[in-house]
């Protein structure tokens, strides 16, 4: 029987997200830390563990079918290799920044300046939309020192939450791309790897999508209900149960998790009471 070959990443950022993703879908890995191939127990999968930059290779030969992966190393090595999903974790931009000393008067002032950076496709297609010329630096890591030590006059380089750039004195001027950890596929994929692949994704798009809802519970004066189900719409319509108070009801519905504060407050001025919130493991749609 045919069996799914997904790269993770060996070690580093994406690596244990990576892992509990595939724990949270109900696939149950050996993963044994020096093991370099392994095999699920209850599902056609074998997971390969791989750097994050050698992989769109073994996507683009067709060595491996599909991978979870930093987009960001997709857009940068990966041409023809399809995102099958967006996974919401290690979310982080590639963006320009130069020395806080410098000023910064637009992105022309670019022109002819020494970048370093270790994401010369990705810089070199800015450079090209914006008809600018300038001479890239490439290196493989502390990218942020360049400027400092006299090598680079900006960089282009992943920024989370800015600490890097700040420790380094540097200023965040231009955004290139936005990133995060997505699944991707391999062009040369097989009809049957593809089958469980969609299997897979499934279950993926169910805890993604329960990750980002809320089930909420509370009771209600009657007379109150129609105002609150207009707030909380639920996935067909929330359920609403009587309580043993009369004239009261429970009612239960999901909500996503980013419009949370904004219906709690709403719900409070309608009188409702007793509001839990909730998370869900699981949303079969
Ligand atoms: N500070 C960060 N915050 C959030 N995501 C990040 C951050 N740094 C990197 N990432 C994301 O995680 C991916 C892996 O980064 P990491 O530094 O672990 O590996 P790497 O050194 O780029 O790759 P390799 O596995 O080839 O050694 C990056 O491609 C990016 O998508
Ligand atoms: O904006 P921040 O939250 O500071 O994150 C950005 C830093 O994180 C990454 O480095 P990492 O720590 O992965 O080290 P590496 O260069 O060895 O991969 C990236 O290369 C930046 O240097
Ligand atoms: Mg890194």
């Not at 999508?209 to 639920?234: F, M, T």
């Amino acid at each position: 029987m045919s069996k799914l070959k997904i790269a993770v990443q060996k070690s580093g950022r994406l690596h244990d997200d990576s892992m509990k993703i595939l724990k949270e879908v109900g696939i149950s890995i050996d993963n044994g830390r020096d093991q370099l191939k392994a095999s699920a127990k209850n599902f056609p999968l074998e997971v390969f563990y791989l750097r994050n930059g050698d992989i769109p290779q073994y996507l683009k030969d067709g060595i491996i079918d599909a991978a979870i992966i930093g987009e960001n190393v997709l857009i940068e090595n990966g041409n023809n290799i399809g995102i099958v999903e967006k996974l919401g974790f290690s979310s982080c931009r590639v963006s320009l920044a130069i020395p806080k000393s410098d000023a910064y008067s637009g992105i022309q002032s670019l022109n002819g300046k020494r970048i370093a950076t270790s994401y010369p496709n990705t810089v070199n297609a800015f450079l090209a939309k914006n008809n600018l010329k300038a001479q890239l630096h490439i290196i493989n890591g502390s990218v942020e020192i360049a400027p400092n030590i006299g090598l680079a006059d900006a960089i282009v380089d992943i920024v989370s939450s800015g600490s890097t750039l700040f420790k380094n004195n540097l200023e965040e001027v231009e955004v290139l791309l936005q990133s995060e950890a997505v699944l991707a596929v391999s062009p040369k994929i097989g009809v049957e790897e593809q089958t469980i692949l969609n299997k897979l994704q499934f279950r993926l798009q169910s805890v993604l999508k329960a990750r980002n809802s809320r089930y909420v519970l509370l009771n209600a004066p009657n007379e109150k209900l129609d105002e609150i189900i207009r707030i909380l719409p639920g996935m067909k319509s929330p359920t609403v149960l009587p309580l043993a108070k009369t004239g009261w009801s429970s009612l239960h519905s999901v909500i996503d998790k980013n419009d949370f504060w904004g219906i709690i407050d709403a719900l409070k001025e309608t009188g409702a009471e007793g509001i839990l919130v909730c998370p869900i493991e699981n949303m079969v749609l």
